[in-house]
């Protein structure tokens, strides 16, 4: 029998859910390794060489607490974007900052605003604190800027989440009409804009950084063109006094001090980073000519993974299942019509092959 | 002018507080670097040449999300405690997990029971999310596990936290003695037995790992006697519909890869960390000779940190301040009667022979 236990309000009457099953849970359940692992947009070229011997260097300095504050990083992300550093937070990933952002906004039965299919681990945080989601559906695989706006209007809500360029469809806005959204929005109204993929973005995708508007609030990432997902880090750019805000209940402590110094490191690396750019760029473009060698469409995208069209919900389920079955690791957008596509992440030239291979071998065997 | 931002009730009414000024921010301060890092209870002793390996053989990885499930790590710690896997839950440190543990059980204005100068964290936490702290005097610089159970009732409080050992203090009750307020606390009430020390201790101050009360939940961590500080790591043992309810609200992919990793390592490197508590235990008697020398008074601890007793709050800040001056960082229980002590932890031998230096040169400014 359960034991009672004084649980919150919020939690007494939270569902069990997780946003995301992880690759290594998947194994477990497959019962053997996956072969191709491109399932979670994880940047395969991996991390700067630059990074990666910071990171071994400091090691040794692993007793040490973490500089709460930053500094270094911060610093370096000041001149990087050209903003001053006192509008800088980081944090463990976006997730943990989304997580703080709507703990900061929302009070338990506000209204949320984000697009239906979007980001899982954002509604997990909404619901995690008692607020209601107001979904808006995508049109032609785009975020609907307009539909936000009277969504957030109509709901009175306290925020709006975007994600530009947009996961899982990987489809983006000229960042003109990101801040004409803005614009729309009620007085009383934030904007989460989440840019984890503006690395692999055109320059027109990304709003102006001069925007001075106290309401936006947008979010980076070292885990995709840095390829540090496994490092935890990521940070938001806002205005101070939502970072004073942020800072009012964020744990302290809780960017770890490798992922610290790897950031620092793998910032000044451009170099690199072009590369992983340039890469993703070519593999965009092989898997576009692979949908079409296969009578496949796809959905053009501003980020490291592309969509393939199989045309309806079923058939891209299928599809997943048979390239799990294939040891190839994969997922979906998660709500109609988006889900009559597969998300397939940027692979290395091999895994792309292997993708390719097993990807033919999978359809063969769909019902047409 | 400061924008009206739409914030939560409950940051609305938040004040500014960081719960610890870190080092490195003391650094910038002071204007040159700290000689001598013995104020935040880390291991100077550093981290197992095992776990470093292990570590520096992942960084390759670390373009790969964590395992949100900790699988090996949670495998792991159920052997060497002997409980059942779905008895953990790992988060980024004991700080991550004590907030998580305050969201899932406590409402805004629900009652939480600590002890008058412990933890500030988990004070940072309770006000986090709106709860009201209840703090009860120390005993002879005990916590006073009679006084905590009678506030519990008089209160009806929703959690009562008790670090055992003690931090700032050093001090400690026998497990038994812990199991009985367990027993005294109201039947809704949860008891946080924070363990951050536990490596450190003898066995007799150790609760029993058999107690099956769903009211109690025990917090680990590896940023003391395993010298991870900045890795982030820790873990809860507690009845699995905590930790079901934990899951429901944490940073689902929060705990980074190498932290993973690591802890995995140096949680089987057992003779590295006898080593360290060895070394942490000679250190803890030079200090208490030191203090006798000296001609002051000391806390017994069985904590890798200890208390020497300056006589009065005055004459305790006057120290800190005269070591700070001599690039000696370390800190000192917050509020009457402990602030009396200045709290050391415990040093390398140079660092202890440096530490005496200046404490020698600072007593010396004190008026008597």
Not at 83 to 94: E, F, K, M, T
Not at 108 to 131: E, I, K, M, Q, W
Not at 195 to 224: G, H, N, Q, V
């Amino acid at each position: 029998m359960s034991p009672r236990l004084p649980l919150s309000d919020i939690v007494q009457n939270l569902p069990t859910s997780v946003p995301f099953v992880g690759p290594e849970t998947l194994e477990r359940r497959h019962g053997r390794p996956l072969q191709v692992r491109i399932g979670a947009n994880e940047s395969v070229f991996g991390v700067s060489p630059v990074a990666a011997a910071a990171m071994s260097d400091t090691i040794n300095k692993l007793w040490m607490y973490n500089d709460p504050e930053a500094y270094e990083l911060k610093k370096a992300l000041a001149a990087h974007h050209g903003i001053a550093a006192q509008r800088l937070h980081v944090g463990a990933g976006i997730d943990e900052i989304l997580g703080d952002v709507v703990r900061i906004f929302a009070n338990p039965g506000d209204r949320v605003v984000t697009s239906l299919g979007s980001y899982p681990t954002f509604n997990y945080h909404v619901h995690g604190y008692g607020a209601a989601l107001v979904e808006v559906a995508y049109v032609d695989d785009h975020t609907h800027l307009a539909g936000l706006a009277q969504a957030a209007h109509d709901a009175d809500a306290r925020m709006v989440y975007l994600a530009n360029p947009d996961n899982p469809m990987g489809t983006w806005h000229n960042g003109a009409d990101v801040a004409g959204l803005l614009a729309e929005l009620p007085e009383d109204c934030m904007l989460i804009l989440d840019e984890a993929y503006a690395d692999f973005a055109p320059s027109a995708a990304i709003a102006p950084m001069e925007i001075a508007d106290p309401r936006l609030i947008r979010t980076r990432t070292f885990s995709k063109a840095h390829g540090m997902a496994g490092a935890r880090i990521g940070y938001a750019m806002a205005h101070e006094q939502v970072v004073a805000a942020l800072n009012k209940v964020c744990n302290q402590f809780g960017v770890n001090r490798l992922a610290q110094v790897g950031a620092l490191a793998s910032l000044g690396d451009t170099g690199f980073i072009a590369n992983v750019v340039q890469q993703v760029e070519g593999g965009r473009r092989e898997y576009a000519l692979l949908a079409k060698d296969l009578g496949l469409g796809h959905i053009d995208s501003a980020t490291n993974f592309l969509n393939f069209d199989l045309g309806s919900g079923e058939r891209a389920r299928t599809a997943l299942a048979g390239l799990l079955a294939r040891d190839v690791f994969i997922r979906m957008p998660g709500k109609p019509p988006g889900d009559r596509c597969i998300r397939v992440t940027v692979g290395t030239p091999s895994q792309r092959a292997t993708f390719a291979d097993a990807f033919r071998a999978t359809l063969a065997t769909l019902p047409t």
